[in-house]
């Protein structure tokens, strides 16, 4: 796991029992991120961070993922004064190469047709950002996923079901994608685009429990 920890420390309040903690936004539109963070129990709000993403940046992948939720918070942190900020970015890594969502259904068949058969990483970066203290902390996790070898045909007929056209690497394993996925090495949520576990840790430094 790859950290990046920013800004002073701060005290968490306590009272009784229970942990005061300050309202908590998901930067994120994807509603697989906002299912697996309402799993937790927490209460959140949800605004959407307009930050557009450059995959073309030169960076390692992991720091990649990393930069890329930053800025996604940093885009939502400014309109609160006093607030945990959530935000998330996973990308796709094979031969040194880094997949983000398709353009397009051509570019969903071309990533999965090099995928296709092989195995490669699954990189979510989250950062979470206390706008209150001026605090941050950027992870990143890595998930390794062994693809099946499949047809041309399953390819092309996934595809036109529309599903991958909005997912990191052109396929969903909570999904249909599943039937591509010959097996996992590490967290199955980070996959789906949160490391749900991973952030909390981090969450907890903030004072929030769940």
């Known amino acids: 796991m790859d950290t990046t920890f920013t800004g002073p420390g701060h005290q968490v309040m306590r009272q009784g029992s229970m942990y005061k903690t300050k309202k908590i936004i998901l930067a994120s539109a994807s509603p697989r ?27 390692p992948a992991r720091r990649l993922a990393r930069y890329l939720s930053c800025e996604k918070a940093k885009a939502i942190a400014n309109r609160y004064k006093n607030a945990i900020i959530i935000a998330a970015d996973t990308i796709i890594c094979l031969d040194d190469k880094v997949f983000g969502k398709p353009r397009n259904e051509s570019d969903a068949k071309r990533m999965l047709n090099i995928m296709n058969g092989r195995s490669h990483y699954v990189i979510t970066g989250f950062t979470v950002i206390d706008t209150g203290e001026g605090q941050s902390v950027s992870r990143s996790i890595v998930t390794k ?9 399953w390819i092309e007929e996934y595809v036109s079901t529309g599903e991958p056209l909005d997912k990191a690497g052109a396929y ?39």
């Open 33 to 59: 991120r906002k299912e697996i963070l309402e799993k937790t129990g927490l209460k959140f709000m949800v605004d959407a961070s307009d930050y557009e993403e450059d995959l073309s940046l030169r960076m």
């Open 145 to 153: 996923v062994y693809f099946k070898k499949i047809t041309r045909k």
């Open 172 to 210: 969903a394993i909570q999904g249909l994608g599943a039937a591509i996925v010959k097996k996992i090495e590490g967290d199955y949520n980070n996959v789906v685009g949160l490391p749900i576990d991973a952030l909390m840790k981090a969450l907890r430094k903030f004072g929030v429990y769940n």
